[in-house]
């Protein structure tokens, strides 16, 4: 059973996971050495623990108690009880849900891992917006896609910001990271996939006619907003393919892009 502490202090050191939460470039540096990331919101924090993951702390506003009771019982790691101003001292913004943790990171497989155990995965280059990274993993857990390599230079999807838009799906769907880039596209096609390049491009084939429910293994390569997939990722896909438009329109959100993408691989039916 967990220790129900009352701070009233925001320099509290005990509170130091949970400090300047609005700092993106703090938390990205900070969070991936220190092993930890932030699960905010009852759901999510649920989420995380039914996935594993190891509880170091929970911060809670007095009318959330009640409602995390069950988890206070079951962890052992100390959970402090704030009031909503100084929980807004600690963390630099309102926190809405009042409820967040700290939980504790698992080692990532390896990308050889991944493939070796998988069919249907994403691929994503240069994705460095967290709503988008949020996204797109909570539509691969909802249409069910098997696994995400990341490129180098991708987001961390256990950001605090991407955790909270996947509504814990980031625990859902295993990733890795290619350890290079293009080159690390190689040892994905070694490994028996079909690299599909997603691309508004009009030269691409449109989703449909490339069949990729058929292919025995698929990856889809997503790049980030605006920008696109760079031409290096591009030459080494094996297949351009594109999402038909109407009215128009010229391209779609790479979070939107994706889940059609992602429904055509399991069903070979995209709507646009």
Request: charged share 25%; glycine share 6%; with cysteine.
């Amino acid at each position: 059973m967990a220790d129900l502490i009352t701070v009233d202090d925001p320099d509290d050191p005990r509170l130091r996971d949970y400090t300047g939460l609005t700092d993106v470039e703090l938390r990205r540096k900070r969070e991936p050495v220190e092993g930890l990331f932030i699960a905010e919101g009852e759901k999510v924090i649920r989420r995380a623990r039914l996935a594993g993951y190891e509880m170091r702390s929970m911060l809670l506003s007095a009318k959330w108690v009640d409602v995390m009771r069950d988890v206070i019982d079951e962890v052992p790691a100390p959970v402090y009880a704030v009031s909503p101003e100084l929980a807004e001292q600690v963390t630099g913004y309102h926190v809405h849900r009042g409820a967040l943790a700290s939980m504790q990171r698992k080692p990532l497989p390896t990308s050889g891992e991944l493939l070796a155990s998988t069919r249907k995965i994403v691929v994503m280059e240069s994705v460095n917006d967290h709503t988008n990274i949020g996204a797109i993993f909570r539509s691969a857990a909802a249409l069910g896609m098997d696994a995400v390599l990341l490129s180098p230079d991708c987001a961390d999807p256990l950001y605090r910001r991407s955790v909270k838009v996947s509504m814990g799906a980031v625990f859902a769907v295993p990733y890795a990271r290619l350890e290079s880039w293009p080159r690390g596209l190689d040892t994905v096609r070694e490994a028996g996939f079909k690299l599909l390049a997603l691309t508004p491009d009009a030269k691409a084939s449109a989703i449909e006619d490339a069949a990729p429910h058929r292919l025995d293994r698929v990856a889809l390569m997503l790049g980030a907003e605006g920008e696109g997939l760079s031409t290096q990722a591009l030459v080494a896909a094996d297949e351009w393919v594109r999402i038909p438009m109407a009215h128009g329109v010229d391209s779609l959100n790479v979070g939107a892009a994706a889940a059609v993408a992602f429904y055509a691989v399991a069903t070979g039916r995209p709507q646009s």
